[in-house]
């Protein structure tokens, strides 16, 4: 297990440091307005990826550890071929916000085949760790990474650099997927077959993709708010701050993946304390080094704030002050909610998202009266707390209960 932790760490950690050279690409080069329009194709990209991880990445990573070979492959089948369904549709839908944001069909056109092939990456690399071929998916990712910084050396003279760098992301995770990617066995031709088997999942499914829809919208929605009502430039401003601490959030999303297999491995066979064991060493890992990292970035501020920034976003460094509030907020309802998803209490954590989102977008419709943009984060803050709360909540009842979690349906093929 700590072979896979430990390759997972890594190949977020390089994923993220591309996405990080992209990102301050961006807010050196380019401007705050195109930075925004990059961010919220992106935004746009990761609420597709919350629809394909609930319907799809979390089913995998729940029904097929621990299961008969057979039933593994059955069930495998028909989870990649429903895929193929949840993708198209997030495509169409990705390209057609971009669209009536009136970003140009250059843009619509590099966000559907980001979601694409993104998306196709994603399953693999779902399909890898769940195998423990953790070797593999680092490989893959490797050339992503090669390949997207090849693209983004040619795409960057030719075209808007928003536009370049998400080419750039869909050329490398196709190419990354083609040449080392595994093979996953779809019949699209069955494909309404498999939607009816998949019926047997959806009870369950269903609260996950409900619980990923109030994330997004606790987690993005202040991003659209802020397109729509302060404009791109605002947007970009406030978004660099986030980016300078991302890595902490990214961190906590790797350790995520590779835990949760084996979580809901424990939790199957019964070791709920074992569980949570996992889960408590998280929570004490990541936020050790969130503090480090973020006292870290304070220190260096000078030097950013010379060499990178510019003077291009005055009062930045507030902004990213806050930030780092919500970063390490952000922590322990991660792990949490990585317990709650392997033991399948998709209901309750949909209910605590609820409450969360709910809250958050109450502030944020204050943007549209003449508050600082800042409010925006301080809004997240408000959602970060509430959903912490309720976590909590779920957690006292969990331990007061019998010892047991929802059981999943198993469909078969």
């Not at 978004?239 to 300078?244: K, N, P, Y």
Request: aromatic share 8%.
């Amino acid at each position: 297990m700590k072979r896979i932790i430990t390759a997972s760490i890594i190949d977020q950690m390089l994923i993220s440091a591309m996405m990080f050279a992209i990102n301050l690409l961006l807010i050196s080069q380019a401007g705050a307005e195109s930075f925004g329009r990059f961010i919220v194709v992106l935004a746009a990209f990761l609420l597709s990826f919350g629809a394909q991880n609930a319907l799809i990445l979390v089913p995998i990573n729940v029904l097929i550890p621990g299961r008969r070979k057979p039933m593994q492959s059955r069930n495998l089948r028909m989870l990649a071929t429903v895929d193929i369904a949840v993708i198209g549709l997030s495509a169409l839908v990705v390209a057609a916000v971009v669209g009536l944001l009136g970003f140009g069909p250059a843009l619509m056109a590099a966000s559907a085949a980001l979601v694409i092939f993104g998306s196709n990456r994603e399953l693999m690399r779902t399909v890898y760790q769940t195998q423990n071929r953790a070797e593999r998916y680092l490989a893959m990712d490797c050339l992503v990474i090669a390949a997207t910084c090849l693209a983004l050396w040619i795409t960057w003279p030719l075209m808007a650099p928003e536009t370049a760098a998400i080419v750039s992301l869909a050329f490398g995770n196709m190419v990354g997927t083609s040449l080392l990617g595994t093979k996953v066995q779809r019949t699209p031709k069955r494909l309404f077959a498999m939607l009816r088997r998949y019926s047997e999942y959806w009870t369950k499914s269903r609260w996950a993709l409900a619980g990923a829809a109030v994330t997004d919208v606790q987690m993005r929605f202040y991003i659209f708010a802020i397109e729509i009502l302060r404009g791109s430039a605002t947007l970009g401003v406030l978004q660099a701050g986030r980016v300078l601490v991302n890595p902490i959030a990214m961190l906590a999303f790797a350790w995520a993946r590779a835990i949760r297999p084996n979580m809901a491995e424990r939790l199957t066979a019964g070791d709920r304390s074992g569980a949570l064991t996992m889960m408590k060493q998280g929570i004490a890992l990541l936020a050790a080094i969130g503090v480090s990292y973020l006292t870290v970035l304070n220190l260096a501020w000078p030097l950013i704030d010379a060499h990178l920034v510019k003077g291009r976003y005055p009062g930045l460094y507030d902004t990213l002050l806050v930030w780092s509030v919500f970063a390490i907020l952000n922590v322990p309802s991660i792990c949490i909610s990585i317990y709650l998803q392997a033991g399948h209490k998709y209901r309750q954590l949909t209910i605590c998202g609820a409450f969360s989102a709910a809250g958050s977008s109450l502030l944020l419709c204050l943007l549209a009266l003449d508050v600082p943009s800042i409010w925006a984060i301080g809004a997240l803050i408000v959602g970060e707390v509430i959903m912490m709360t309720g976590l909590l909540k779920v957690m006292r009842a969990e331990f007061s209960g019998p010892q047991e979690h929802d059981t999943v349906p198993r469909p078969a093929v």
